[in-house]
């Protein structure tokens, strides 16, 4: 166990909708990173939050955005849903920018039909 | 050419045996390197990292380095059914953004 928490585990959207998903990152740690892991692929990097500002970003459109609370817990919102993001999406939090580990939270499965 | 590349298996390794895993990549400002286990279904757990040049051990486990190849590889020493598992090789360059290959499938047979 990580210490990080996601909700919800599974969620199921239609296409068009939009979506909220929560990330708990581990006490102490103030970098929530997300990604997205397609089916039998490797994550890939959206976005990561430090201290509440958004500090590097992926190749993901704006219809993918996020927010960090002063607690640094984390919402990734994904609007205007297409069938292609249907995948797990993972946080990551990390004690600060130049920390080397990055633990992962249990994943939202998100299936958009 | 993608970022991070992994052969994506699936390895195939009898139990006790060394399974070797490899991983190449194309960013040669890659600072630090990253081995994570993912379970099938669950999310990845770091196993170890590496940033110098040359082997780390922790365990089993043993990452080795060869910045000027661009690569990194590593070993699993007495291999168990329950190392069976996606391994997954994760680049960082400047920042905190980790880049990560496809995986390697390992099967571990008893």
């Known amino acids: 166990e990580t210490g990080v928490t996601q909700s919800p585990t599974h969620l199921i959207k239609t296409r068009g909708q939009q979506v909220t998903l929560r990330c708990s990152s581990q006490?102490?740690?103030?970098?929530v990173s997300w990604y997205q892991q397609a089916l039998g692929q490797g994550p890939q990097f959206i976005f990561q939050?430090?201290?509440?500002?958004?500090?590097g970003r992926g190749n993901f459109p704006p219809r993918f955005s996020g927010l960090q609370f002063p607690n640094y817990s984390s919402e990734l919102n994904v609007n205007a849903l297409e069938l292609d993001d249907s995948a797990l999406y993972l946080c990551?939090?990390?004690?600060?920018?130049?920390?080397?580990?990055?633990?992962f939270g249990p994943g939202t499965r998100l299936t958009v039909t | 050419q993608k970022e991070v590349e992994q052969n994506s298996g699936p390895l195939s390794v009898p139990e006790g045996a060394i399974a070797s895993l490899n991983c190449t990549y194309s960013?040669?400002?890659?600072?630090?390197f990253f081995w994570y286990r993912q379970y099938s279904g669950k999310s990845p757990e770091l196993i170890m990292f590496?940033?110098?040049?040359g082997d780390k051990e922790d365990g089993r486990f043993t990452a080795q380095l060869n910045k000027a190849s661009q690569y990194v590889s590593l070993l699993i020493r007495d291999s168990q059914p329950s190392d069976s598992a996606t391994y997954l090789c994760?680049?960082?360059?400047?920042?905190?953004?980790?880049?990560f290959g496809g995986g390697t499938r390992v099967l571990v047979k008893p």
């Open positions: 960013d040669r400002g890659s600072q630090s």
């Open positions: 939050y430090y201290r509440e500002e958004e500090n």
């Open positions: 590496i940033y110098s040049n």
């Open positions: 990551a939090s990390s004690p600060g920018l130049a920390a080397y580990e990055q633990y």
């Open positions: 006490s102490g740690h103030n970098t």
């Open positions: 994760a680049v960082r360059a400047a920042g905190n953004k980790l880049t």
